[in-house]
């Protein structure tokens, strides 16, 4: 795991600075403390920084192939790696024991096929010195991140935007509509960030450019998911199939060079790694998890337990408080980069942090909601489909999937939802599917309330509908579950992993996370969902493949909580000076994005588990960190941009 950096001049003639590059590698060095490399040859120079997980002492990078005339900068791990490297050397010198090496290789075999072959995660940028040409590619779930920028003069990657700006290359502008899309779903969509400039590689595409023929980057998608409905094969097939790529996943991704633990909230998701890495150790695994003392329903160690005792593993806990909250989350929006995803961002660090402090590389359970169907507000949707169903006499293709009478048995897991019940029910009861789960994802209750004219007008609800739709209504997914997984699958998981990439490497840990193989993907994505989500049975196919794994506690429990942290209550109570100093303060204020008085009136009144405060304080302390320029090194980065070589 690492951090990636590199200029590339348009003018050949133009030899990079390389003082620049060193500038983008310092603001990456909690990516890889373990070491550094740097190459440049008159126009192009690329830099790493390292954190060592496998071939500890020949693995350095920038790495290049036997002539030197491919050279390669890694983010990431490949699973597969040892089978791969068995196949090429019988046509290539390996002179590591590298996955990097690898990469090269299978590049000179197979250009940008080679991305076909790679199990992994990834962000990986390669000059071929021969067609003088950049390819870079990022993994097909975006666990691992890319961002770019290019004008008229060069083109320049990193693993992080803060590497882009502090070295001066990007202003740190914010983009108006990236804006609109944080607002409203606390997350950029696509290839857009919240800086003017700046742009992400979007999972599983690549990219190449040709800097000498004044021709633009140019953006393929590779890989997708397939909805293509597999309907020949019965539910025990499936099962059967997914534990299976289930157990193979968590044994490639157990491949390292030093200590693994896992993190372990007690849930199916991460209790399902656990239970498949353990015995491996016996008896010398590392699970680690968090809670707060603020009352039960925050609280679920006693399942993390449970599990921690099925496979006798070393089992650590960390209990985060409000003092830490406020002292943690000014610095941890400038490791972000950019705010994204829920308040499950702040334990998540802390959880980390716990266990860097063990191991190096942990195992954790993300992307089990996304890709199994684990989130409460798909039952919610379709419950809206079949009461539509039994008043109207309708016939739509949501009745197939989940009837009123399947339904019934599963409507107690709504119990704890009660205030996103209330909020989709308010309006618009049985509008059209894409409206409803807009609805359902939009994190913005009254835009035109809370927010300031000069942001929000009367043309960007329209825009973000519009945004989401096009997600949304995917031709190629039929079903109303296909239809919200897939948004998700786009959306909501690359934004959650990029908070697991912060949070993991702010404090250099490696995090994998063996339930995003794309195998298992491939697997789920092309189920009927009458199996995927019978009678609306969350992650129904994942549940019955796991069950003979499971402690029978964290099996039936029914109480599911996905780490909630109790802002709501910190805010009304110890918080309240914290978030009044920064929400309402003078510098707040200047920026004229929210209605004063709407916030004062949030800060006493949101409803329970509502994400509007959170957003706005994440906003506002990006701001800080980047625009005011309060946590980036040296000096203001705006005053740097335009003048490196």
Sequence with gaps: MCGIAGVIHRDRSHTVDQSIVRAMMASLSH?????????????????????????????????????????????????????????????HTFRTHSDTEVILHLYEELGERCLERLNGMFAFAIWDRRQQRLFAARDRMGIKPFYWMCDGKRFAF??????????????????????????????????????????????????????????????????DFNY?????????????????????????????DVPVGAHCSGGIDSSTVVCLAAPVYGGQFHTFTGAFK?????????????????????????????????????????MMDEPAAGPGLFPQ????????????????????????????????????????????????????????????????LLRQ?????????????????????????SRLDDANTLISRDVWNGQSQARMVASFQEVFNNPSTKSYFNKMTNFDLKTLLPALLQVEDRTSMSVSLESRVPLLDHRIA???????????????????????????????????????????????????????????????GPRARQRGIYQVKEVERLLLHERSFGRQVWGLLCLELWFRAFVDGEQLPGAHPASAVGTGN
């Design 31 to 91: 990516r890889g403390p373990d070491g550094e490399g740097l190459w440049g040859e008159g126009p192009v120079a690329l830099g790493h920084k390292r954190l060592s997980i496998i071939d500890l002492e020949a693995g350095h990078q920038p790495m290049a192939n036997e002539d030197e005339s491919i050279w390669i900068v890694f983010n990431g791990e490949i699973y597969n790696y040892l089978e791969l490297r068995r196949e090429l050397m019988r046509n």
């Design 158 to 223: 990193a693993s992080e935007p803060k590497a882009l700006i502090g070295a001066g290359l990007a202003a740190p502008d914010p983009d108006p509509q990236g804006l609109e899309e944080y607002l409203t779903f606390q997350l950029c969509l696509g290839a857009r960030t919240l800086f003017r400039h700046i742009r992400k590689l979007e999972p599983a595409h690549y990219l190449t450019f040709r800097p000498f023929r004044d021709q633009e980057p140019s953006l393929v998608r590779y890989w």
């Design 228 to 256: 293509e409905i597999d309907s020949h094969h019965t539910e025990d097939y499936y099962t059967e199939q997914l534990l299976l790529v289930l157990q193979d996943s968590v044994r490639l991704q157990l491949r390292s």
């Design 294 to 334: 603020d009352g039960p329903q925050y609280d679920e160690t006693a399942y993390a337990r449970s599990v921690a005792e099925h496979v006798n593993s070393r089992h650590h806990e960390v209990w985060p408080n409000w003092q830490d909250f406020a002292e943690v989350m000014p610095r941890l929006m400038y």
């Design 349 to 412: 660090y802390c959880v980390s942090k716990l266990a860097r402090e063990h191991v190096k590389v942990v195992l954790g359970g993300q992307g089990g909601d996304e890709i199994f169907g684990g989130y409460a507000r798909y039952l919610i949707a379709y419950l809206e489909q079949c009461l539509k169903g039994v008043i109207f006499g309708t016939q739509d293709e949501g009745r197939y999937v989940v009837t009123w009478e399947s339904i019934m048995p599963n409507l107690s």
């Design 417 to 441: 939802y009660k205030p996103m019940l209330q909020h989709l029910w308010k309006d618009g009861l049985f509008d059209d599917m894409d409206q409803r789960y807009f609805r359902l994802v």
């Design 522 to 584: 491939d697997l789920v994505t092309r189920m009927p969902p009458t199996a995927r989500f019978k009678g609306g049975d969350t992650k129904r196919v994942f549940r019955d493949a796991v069950r003979v794994l499971l402690p029978e506690t964290v099996f039936n429990r029914k109480d599911k909580m996905g780490f909630p942290v109790p802002l709501n209550e910190w805010s009304r109570g110890p918080l309240r000076e914290f978030l009044s100093d920064i929400l309402l």
